[in-house]
């Protein structure tokens, strides 16, 4: 049966062959638009807008100015040479995402996405956030454009992230509290759902990760690639040639993706390493993809943790940062296709890695970076000292204090 | 003819509206809510949504989270509301919707879903987070078409997009009242008239059901006079949580159902 007149809509236009995502915002098998149709129209008009806006070059040069200005990019690519000589092996380098503006790799999305939000005309701004890193990031671009600000927080998470609650507020955000569920990242993102379903007309979600409906796994990664095209070229002036191995931890997997993104097509392996928790076998993690099995969540297919009735389980890690179950589609993808390995690393093994950077390098990293670093360790100890590993340092370790204390690496 | 086309079809002979409820299955117990669909069924409902409960509702309100939550914690599973459905099945006609998120289904299996599902005598599937750019990999292999896939509607959909939904639709049309989560309050009447109005324009007499924050007889007698179906889903889910360890609680079902079939008339 046809409409007259409107024959020419088709749910499945390809808007742009080859590249991944699909036109329809899918990986391979993953990613997608699985959200309420009251989303729907948000989420195809923040796709047009998103593809008109961010290839004008006056967007980019303004994106630019601000990355540079306001965020301090170019951040450093730093050759930890005490460190490395310790551990053994290859040598390591460091992305000082930790020395961004606000502490971590998520300034560079959210000041993508509020400049975005900008050009758009919306006038406020809502988040999610878990360890309370995005929410900063996300009131702070809010601050510097004038913007309205909420931030859904699970009450578990305000509860362990006091510093960054604080933060937010000075910054003049209204943070949520959200206690349904766990009171953790999973439930924030319900709530800041359902809360952009209520004011989808002049609100604009800025997403923290890559995860979610199309187009955010696409965008999140694209504001965030400039972490992996600045390491391109920070070590082909300092190596003269492309490192061997990339690094990074993945919860939603936005610090990964933009290092290995600009790499995928290049001689260089690539480690995703997940939070083992207490240990896979507790099941207390949150090893998604090591672990979990294909579901979707938040408005994506991906891998999850689920039970065998398709209802969502507990993540658990140190590292609110990491405690989530359920992850970027892209990671998913690059998962089956082989091109990323995933690895992952338990909370004690984080601490230690943690500690170890602590004392060697003078460098405070966060416990989400500190279980890339873990592996990082192991993978350098099984390579020659001609090889070159870089561990993206996705956020500094301030926000951690009091949980590392509590697990007597304080020093006392 | 399938159960739900004659549904509407009875309705329109008696110059009624349908009277759509949603229920989340196995709340408060299985037992409970078994006994309290049945005394809906009997009350004069037209339509059963039997709500599969999910741990992550993201677009429900608090009402329905909780009695997702609570039916979760009863050991409610997708096979479970299934065999509700094959056992209310046995004693009456009225059509029943699966309502669910796309996760429990996935995780069951499309086909398998299809199968037991068509099995145990439901006749329709509404499944709030497939949209339709997704679904046709859970419909697309179904070998037949005994379970209407019902889409959704919302305030913000644009007119093509509205009417290419239409054109695919089966049963009838779920017209979403605001842009909301189930339960929230400031539905706004004559919006809703005015994209109900435009729905049918394009529906090509597929019949169009009006739902979310729908829950007094006065609102359901607004919206039945320019729509086919008026769906209430928080109320009837507050009124059992405002009676979880009530005896009574099946009769005060009854009496809400009653009341509110009233004003479809």
């Known amino acids: 049966m046809r409409v007259e007149g409107h024959a020419a809509y088709d749910f499945k236009r390809q808007q742009d062959a080859g590249a991944f995502p699909d036109g329809r915002g899918h990986f391979g098998a993953f990613g997608g638009r699985y959200v309420a149709e009251t989303l729907m129209p948000a989420i195809l008009e923040l796709e047009t807008a998103y593809r008109r806006i961010a290839a004008r070059e006056d967007f980019q040069v303004e994106l630019g100015k601000l990355l540079r200005d306001y965020a301090g990019r170019p951040t450093p690519l730093f050759l930890a040479g005490r460190l490395s000589k310790k551990i053994g092996g290859a040598s390591i380098y460091l992305k000082r995402e930790d020395l961004a503006h606000t502490g ?16 758009m005309g919306k006038k406020k701004v809502i988040a999610e956030t878990g360890a309370g890193q995005h929410g900063v990031a996300t009131a702070t671009a809010a601050a510097l454009f ?28 209204e943070v949520v509290p959200v206690a349904s569920g766990t009171g953790t990242l999973k439930d924030a993102m319900n709530e800041a759902l359902r ?47 492309l490192p061997d191995v990339l690094v990074a931890c993945v919860g939603g997997g936005s610090n990964a993706m933009g290092l290995f993104f600009p790499f995928l097509e290049d001689a260089v392996e690539m480690i995703g390493v997940e939070a083992a928790g207490l240990g896979i076998s507790t099941g207390k993690h949150a090893v998604t993809l090591g672990a979990g099995s294909v579901g979707v969540l938040h408005g994506s297919k991906s891998y999850v943790l689920q039970d065998a009735d398709g209802q969502i389980l507990e993540a658990h890690s140190i590292s609110a940062g990491l405690d989530y179950p359920g992850v970027g589609p892209e990671h998913a993808f690059l998962k089956e296709t082989g091109r990323v390995r995933y690895e992952s690393v338990e909370d004690g093994a984080a601490l230690a890695a943690f500690k170890e950077l602590c004392a060697m390098e003078g460098i405070i990293p966060a416990l989400e970076s500190s279980h890339a670093l873990a592996h990082a360790f192991i993978e350098a100890r099984k390579r020659s000292s001609s090889d070159l590993i870089v561990v993206n340092l996705s956020g500094r370790g301030d926000k951690d204090l009091g949980i590392v204390s509590g697990f007597g690496a304080g020093g006392e | 003819m399938n159960r739900i086309e004659s549904c509407f079809k009875g309705l329109n002979a008696r110059g009624e509206k349908a009277l759509v409820g949603f229920v989340t299955a196995g709340d408060p117990s299985i037992t409970e809510s078994i006994r309290i669909i049945r005394a809906m069924c009997e009350a004069g409902l037209d339509i059963l ?54 996760n429990p289904i996935l995780a069951y299996g499309g086909d398998r879903f299809y199968r037991d599902a068509a099995a145990a005598g439901a006749d329709g599937v509404l499944i709030v987070d497939l949209p339709p750019e997704e679904s046709d990999e859970l419909t697309g292999t179904w070998p037949g078409k005994e379970l209407a896939f019902i889409r959704l509607v919302a305030p913000t959909t644009p007119h093509e997009r509205m009417a290419a939904i239409a054109r695919g639709a089966a049963g009838f049309l779920y017209l979403v009242s605001m842009t909301g989560v189930t339960g929230s309050g400031g539905l706004d009447l004559d919006e809703i008239s005015g994209v109900a109005g435009r729905l049918k324009a394009c529906s090509d007499g597929t019949p169009v059901c009006v739902g979310f924050g729908i829950s007094t007889a006065d609102q359901v007698r607004s919206i039945a006079s320019f729509s086919d179906g008026v769906v209430v889903g928080s109320a009837f889910e507050r009124m059992i949580e405002d009676h979880l360890d009530d005896p009574d609680l099946p009769a005060r079902m009854a009496g809400m159902v009653k009341v509110l079939k009233d004003a479809t008339r």
Not at chain 2, 60 to 75: E, T, Y
């Open chain 1, 146 to 173: 004038g913007m309205e600000c909420k931030v859904f927080m699970g009450t578990e998470d305000v509860r362990r992230q006091a510093a960054n609650v604080q933060r937010m507020r000075l910054l003049d955000a």
């Open chain 1, 195 to 241: 809360y952009w379903v209520s004011a989808v007309r002049d609100t604009f979600y800025i997403i923290g990760s890559v995860a979610g409906p199309h187009p955010y796994p696409m965008m999140v990664r694209d504001f965030q690639r400039i972490i992996g095209d600045e390491t391109r070229s920070q070590i082909l002036e300092a190596e003269g040639r």
């Open chain 1, 104 to 119: 971590a790799h998520k300034i560079n999305n959210t000041l993508g996405q509020a400049l975005l939000a900008r050009w």
């Open chain 2, 49 to 102: 949504e039997l709500g599969v409960p999910f741990s992550d509702p993201t677009a429900d309100g608090p009402v329905i989270q909780r009695s997702s939550g609570r039916a979760l914690k009863a050991g409610i599973t997708l096979a479970r509301v299934l065999e509700i459905a094959e056992d209310l099945r046995r004693s009456t006609e009225i059509p029943i919707v699966i309502f669910s998120y796309y």
